[in-house]
RNA sequence: CGCGAGGUAGAGCAGUGGUAGCUCGUCGGGCUCAUAACCCGAAGGUCGCAGGUUCGAGUCCUGCCCUCGCUACCA
């Protein structure tokens, strides 16, 4: 602590802007961002805040296609919402940017030239499904088909979302443009690739020997995976018409790939920033004084810990991360957080429900951070955070502090002239607190840090309980005294300890005591008199209120998965009715009763069940994605319908002989088609 | 046998070789200044399972099981 560098460029992930915020993201990377840069500030640190709107990429131009917009408006509308809950929320980013300004369009270019010019990049061709229709390359979400595992019809190009299996576009079964809704075909394309294969002694040296002990153990192992497996080569172009151009000859038609362009998003936020205050961006990423931290959730890593820092390192005279510290995800009442299932507690909603209660949700989520592992939120843990700790222990003692102070001296702090061995150990357990709080933030325990100030209203509250000054007040006034002027520097010193966590509460604590602005972090482990003698304090107001059952039961209410039937026709059509065939090649298929002998779930995967199904003298193993909606004992001498002709495959190791008749009902679940009768004999065929 | 992280009281977590801890919840008691808040005490754990190393293992080694991620609208 003696010395620090001399700034620190701060980054909190770009949010994609396809979807508004939700507490996954506060809880992973905003919240300890922003925790973190104003314990900065306040200790009078010099700090860039940084962050922005990610606005390239697949997912944002598919989302416009299919809402009939264009991505502009999409990307407008969701920086706006997003932009405007931060705001609210309180994340005090120095500068809040996106990717699609022109600055950002510039940075990324000069990058990209200044990499092909050094002769970085390796050119290489490949064959990719093209879509004549619409002239343009199909990258993989663009392309949807018949899957060639679980024959899920609408698997997509990279993956099939029925079974789970990867997959390549190239290997769906009659596949289809979702733009066009042509069949595409194959056609040669070249693109522009990182190798990041010569790259792995620099990684190697970097991270796994320099970092081996300064770094979470989930960033470090990540990126030790990676590096053990053997970095390979990334295509760093795209064939999209949404996204920053490719600056050099031969890019006519093909974009940067988002993740080579959203990273560079903090350098032009930060150029976009410093230009605003009239100041020189290049010391915030050139200088080694300056200590670089990228706030990202786990599934960021191997961008922010490999092909980042390679595109930097690359470049040239940029500095490296200090620290990535990931965090893992948060669940939310036991399952995923989900987009498109609406299982998200969104920001801006909880602004609307929960107004004035930022706080609550910062202390709740940085309590229950997923620092070192996938953690969950339930409302039930909402609000017993809330009431038992922020209201009953913060709170309340504050309360009772202030009450009594405005009781016993109408609100002026009393004189120390009398202050007991007790009073004395308080004041000076006080001045250990910034400490705690110090070395906890700066190796990013931020759930640590919380706790310790929690901490210092539980001594608070336990100071008042054993000094009992609504008991003296009647015999040793003067000792009363000396206990209110200790217990209101306790409060004083929550109210500066707690701004980086509790902001909110932190400026109306100040303002009920009337501090002294001046007051700061540092002062609290030297100073003896934080709020003086004859200081007056403001009237007793409530820092936190009590949440009841029914606004908890409501949020609850909120999650489930609510019934649009007119949304749900119009997102799930029925499957699209296929082309007709003739009856020569339906005479082909081979249908035939089988019946199960024995069900197991395939390891290492969630959907796919391995069958041994008898067929009449016969018995074959067929592997089939039924695995979430049936357990495999209650499946043992269940009747089938197997179409037993179909080419042989090995999914997962295993060969599969054939497959299962399944149908789908309402709700998604999986129904065998079978034959009821039991008298239907295996091996017996179907016409 | 793909790789990484995690598996410690009802819940959430700390603890990396030396008598199992913290917060919340539960139960009992105290107090009454305070938002039925606060303070004290108690109950509650074969530290995922099985072996091994060691005088001694939650902690080191080996094998296995489970969860999450690397792979989706996600941080």
Known sequence: ????????????????????????????????????????????????????????????????????????????????????????????????SRTSRAVHYETAQEIFKI???????????????????????LADRFVTGTCPICQHPEAYGDQCESCGSSLNATE?????????????????????????????????????????????PNVYGQVKSWVDNGLQARAVTRDLDWGIPVPVEGGENKVLYVWFDAPIGYISSTKEWAAAQGIDWEPFWKSDDTQLVHFI????IVFHCIIFPVILHATGDYILPENV??????????????????????????????????????????????????????????????????????????????????????????????????????????????????????????????QELMQLARLGNKYLADAEPWKRIKNQPEQVEGILYSALQICAALAVLSEPFLPFTAKKLKSLLQLNPNLNWDDLAVSAVLIPSGHQIAAPELLFKKIEDEQIEAQRLKLQPQEKPENIAHETPLAAKKPDISFEQFEKMD?????????????????????????????????????????????????????????????????????????????????????????????????
């Not at 506060?26 to 200790?43: F, Q, S």
């Not at 970085?120 to 229709?133: I, M, R, T, W």
């Not at 308080?426 to 400490?435: E, R, Y």
């Not at 035939?592 to 008898?614: C, D, P, Y």
Request: proline share 4%; with cysteine.
């Open 297 to 300: 959730g786990k599934d960021n």
């Open 591 to 687: 249908f035939r009763v089988g019946t199960i002998l024995s069900a197991e779930k395939v390891r290492k995967t969630n959907k796919l069940m391995q069958f041994s199904i008898a067929l009449g003298e016969e018995t074959r193993t067929i592997i089939s994605g039924v695995a979430e909606h049936y357990s495999p004992e209650a499946l043992v001498g269940k009747k089938v319908t197997v179409l037993t002709n179909l080419a042989a495959r090995k999914i997962k190791g295993i060969e599969s002989q054939g497959m299962l008749l399944l149908g789908e009902n309402k709700d998604g679940k999986l129904i065998f088609v079978g034959p009821e009768d039991a008298h239907a004999s295996s091996g017996s065929s179907i016409a």
């Open 325 to 450: 510290p990931a965090n893992e995800f948060l669940n939310l009442e036991g399952q995923k957080i989900s987009t498109s299932k609406n299982w998200a507690v969104w920001l801006h909603e909880y602004l609307d429900d929960f107004p004035d209660q930022q706080d609550v949700l910062r202390y709740v989520l940085t309590a229950n951070a997923p620092e070192t592992k996938d953690n969950d939120f339930t409302w039930s843990e909402f609000q017993a955070r809330n009431n038992s700790e922020l209201v009953a222990i913060y709170g309340n003692f504050v309360n009772r502090v202030m009450v009594l102070t405005q009781k016993y001296y109408k609100g002026s702090v009393p004189p120390a002239q009398n202050l007991s061995d007790e009073d004395q150990a308080v004041l000076s357990a006080i001045k250990s607190f910034p400490g705690k709080l110090e070395k906890s933030l700066e190796s990013y325990r931020f759930r640590e840090a919380s």
């Open 1 to 96: 602590m003696s010395s620090h560098p001399k700034r620190y460029t701060v980054t909190a992930a770009l949010p994609y802007t396809n979807g508004p915020i939700h507490i996954g993201h506060l809880a992973g990377v905003y919240i300890p961002a922003d925790i973190y840069t104003r314990y900065l500030r306040a200790k009078g640190r010099s700090v860039a805040f940084i962050c922005g709107s990610d606005e390239h990429g697949v997912a944002i131009s598919l989302k416009a296609k299919k809402e009939g917009k264009t991505p502009q408006e999409i990307i407008d509308h969701f920086d706006g919402v997003i932009r405007a809950s931060f705001e609210e929320f309180g994340i005090a980013f120095d500068n809040y």
């Open 172 to 216: 769906l079964i009659a596949p289809k443009s979702t733009i066009s809704g042509g069949k595409p075909s194959l056609k040669t394309t070249k693109h522009w690739y990182l190798p990041l294969d010569r790259y792995q002694d620099f990684i190697q040296k970097w991270i796994l020997e320099g970092h081996k002990n300064d770094w979470k």
């Open 115 to 137: 990499l092909d010019s050094k002769g970085v990049f390796e050119l290489n061709a490949s064959e990719q499904l093209y879509d004549e229709a619409a002239q343009q390359f």
